[in-house]
């Protein structure tokens, strides 16, 4: 099992950017497909990014391409998310989840995820 922990969020000002980190305790982090995902108020939980066991294959949402970015350390037992060129729209809870699917065919699904962070806040203000 994983325990995973979001930091990061805050408040920022349209077109600035923030950094996301999830921290993951428990078992060998690199078994674990990672992913981001957001909830707005009233709106569905939302996928954002996603990165394979290894780091070699990404997978983004479409509202974030060209803008969002995603990385991870193994050794460190972290997935980074940078977010440049923020929107109001991009107001949300972030959630980092990790599966330890052997397949990313469930990459960008909410039910493709087995651990799920508490969540870290972002707002952007216009």
């Known amino acids: 099992q994983v325990q995973l922990v979001e930091s990061g969020g805050g408040l920022v000002q349209a077109g600035g950017s923030l950094r996301l980190s999830c921290a993951a305790s428990g078992r060998t982090f690199s078994i674990y497909r990672v992913g981001w995902f957001r909830q707005a108020p009233g709106k569905e939980r939302e996928f954002v990014l996603a990165?394979?066991?290894?780091?070699?294959?990404?997978y983004l949402g479409d509202s974030v391409k060209g803008r969002f970015t995603i990385s991870r350390d193994n050794t460190k037992m972290t997935v980074d998310l940078q977010m440049n060129s923020l929107k109001p729209e991009d107001t949300a809870v972030y959630y980092c989840?990790?599966?330890?699917?052997?397949?990313?065919?469930?990459?960008?699904?909410?039910?493709?995820?087995?651990?799920w962070g508490q969540g870290t806040q972002v707002t952007v203000s216009s």
């Open positions: 990165i394979s066991r290894s780091g070699g294959t990404t």
């Open positions: 989840a990790a599966s330890v699917s052997l397949t990313d065919a469930q990459a960008m699904a909410r039910g493709g995820y087995d651990y």
